[in-house]
């Protein structure tokens, strides 16, 4: 990722600050298929933010790793950890994704929620547990038009189609898709 585009991120997030204590809700893309998400085992949260999913998540049950490029983005998302009492369960690092995915071991739940890199689809399946679950939510041009970083219709579904789709819907300029692994 450029410089400038790093700075951009940095500057969005510090003008936003922390999320807030105590406020901790499942991802808008995903709150009504909460019960397809697993509660317990290893997440990885890619470009994960503030970490308010990440920490959701721990929340839930699962260990938990959240990466972005974001360096105030992760001091933000392990403040909140440490808000919520739950840092022993989130481990949060800077990662320029444009290197790809971070190395790790294999997870029971990939988040994606609002990025899109298709350069990285191919590791995040490959990442996965048998019968993990992959989420994911991306700016969609349907409902909403062409634009920069949208996804084209059923961009996701050619994407993903060799997993069990769960779910998967696009409307209102978001798609999203969850699907699991083979296990």
Do not use: Q
């Not at 990285?120 to 992959?134: E, F, N, Q, S, W």
């Not at 219709?153 to 779910?167: I, V």
């Amino acid at each position: 990722m450029s410089a400038a585009d790093r700075d951009h991120w940095d500057r969005r997030y510090a003008d936003g600050g922390m999320a807030p204590v105590g406020e901790l809700d499942p991802p808008p893309a995903f709150a009504e298929f909460v019960d397809l998400l697993p509660s317990s085992g290893s997440a990885l949260d890619v470009a994960c933010g503030r970490g308010r999913s990440t920490v959701w998540l721990a929340r839930r049950g699962l260990d938990t790793r959240g990466v972005d490029v974001s360096p105030i983005a992760i001091g933000f998302a392990r403040n909140l950890a440490e808000a919520e009492g739950l840092a022993e369960r989130c481990r949060f690092d800077v990662v320029d994704l444009d290197g790809g995915l971070p190395d790790g071991p294999p997870v029971d739940l990939i988040l994606c929620h609002l990025f899109r890199d298709p350069r990285l689809d191919g590791a995040m399946k490959a990442r996965l547990t048998p019968g993990g679950v992959l989420a994911v939510a991306v700016l969609s041009e349907v409902g909403a038009g062409p634009g920069r970083f949208r996804a084209p219709p059923g961009e996701l579904c050619a994407a993903f189609g060799d997993l069990e789709l769960l779910a998967h819907e696009e409307s209102d300029g978001i798609a999203r898709l969850l699907g699991r692994a083979d296990g």
